[in-house]
């Protein structure tokens, strides 16, 4: 994507899209989520459906892709080492699962959220828990649903299932149409306005997420930035 000019926003600002599949979107959440070296940033997670992305983009699964399957395994657990994310060693069963219900239900709990995502992180915190750490199949509805009582109550489980089908299933489509319309061709998806020049640009993958520190104008020396795994990625 070309850089262009926007309103200049107050800080840094990132727009991540995301989709509890993929193993890099949830490595690039952890990060923005947990990294100081974006603590100054304007964060705003995007859940999306990557099978709807990759089908608006004709692009075929890298788990379809003899040898990119192994590759994408051992890449996973390098970039997790390297940033000290908890993940599984082992790939969770039936990877990569069909996550259309799961996104859905995000999707209901992102309509009814405040500014700053309360909701939406509590939830995506849990569901990539549950999947990326303790490998347990989240695509699987009483799982699911026990992830959702866990984390809102049976009750508020109960709406949220509820809207899903309805409300959640159109914002799902609306944020993958949105995905597709900033560039987007798969995950992590990443749309980052400059605070000082209002220039956005979109970056691809966990792995250049030291070209997204560079194009924010964001300092890596400070606090120790430049150590553990930011020396992979500069």
């Known amino acids: 994507m070309t850089s262009q000019a926007q309103p200049k926003p107050n800080k840094p600002a990132i727009t991540l899209y995301l989709?509890?599949?993929?193993?890099?979107?949830?490595?690039?959440?952890?990060?923005?989520?947990?990294?100081?070296a974006?603590?100054?940033?304007?964060?705003?997670?995007?859940?999306?459906?990557?099978?709807?992305l990759m089908?608006?983009?004709?692009?075929?699964?890298?788990?379809?892709?003899?040898?990119?399957?192994?590759?994408i395994n051992a890449e996973r657990l390098r970039w997790a080492g390297a940033f000290g994310i908890p993940i599984t060693q082992e790939l969770p069963p039936d990877f990569?699962?069909?996550?259309?219900?799961?996104?859905?239900?995000?999707?209901?709990?992102?309509?009814?959220?405040?500014?700053?995502?309360?909701?939406?992180?509590?939830?995506?915190?849990?569901?990539y828990a549950k999947y990326w750490v303790d490998g347990e199949p989240t695509h699987r509805p009483d799982v699911l649903r026990a992830v959702l009582d866990d984390?809102?109550?049976?009750?508020?489980?109960?709406?949220?299932?509820?809207?899903?089908?309805?409300v959640g299933k159109k914002l799902l489509i609306e944020n993958t149409d949105a995905a597709f319309a900033a560039g987007a061709f798969g995950l992590p998806w990443l749309v980052c306005t400059n605070a000082k020049t209002g220039s956005t640009e979109g970056f691809f993958?966990?792995?250049?997420l030291g070209q997204v520190a560079q194009f924010l104008d964001i300092d890596l020396d400070r606090g120790g930035g430049r150590a553990g795994g930011w020396r992979s990625v500069l």
């Open 19 to 36: 989709d509890t599949v993929s193993p890099f979107a949830y490595e690039a959440y952890y990060i923005l989520r947990h990294d100081a």
């Open 38 to 52: 974006f603590k100054g940033c304007q964060v705003t997670f995007v859940p999306i459906f990557l099978g709807g």
């Open 55 to 71: 089908h608006k983009c004709g692009n075929t699964a890298p788990m379809n892709i003899k040898n990119k399957d192994k590759w």
């Open 96 to 127: 990569p699962p069909l996550t259309l219900n799961i996104m859905r239900a995000v999707c209901a709990v992102w309509a009814s959220d405040d500014a700053q995502q309360t909701r939406l992180v509590r939830v995506l915190d849990a569901l």
């Open 151 to 166: 984390v809102f109550g049976p009750a508020e489980a109960d709406k949220i299932l509820a809207d899903a089908s309805t």
């Open 205 to 208: 993958g966990v792995d250049h």
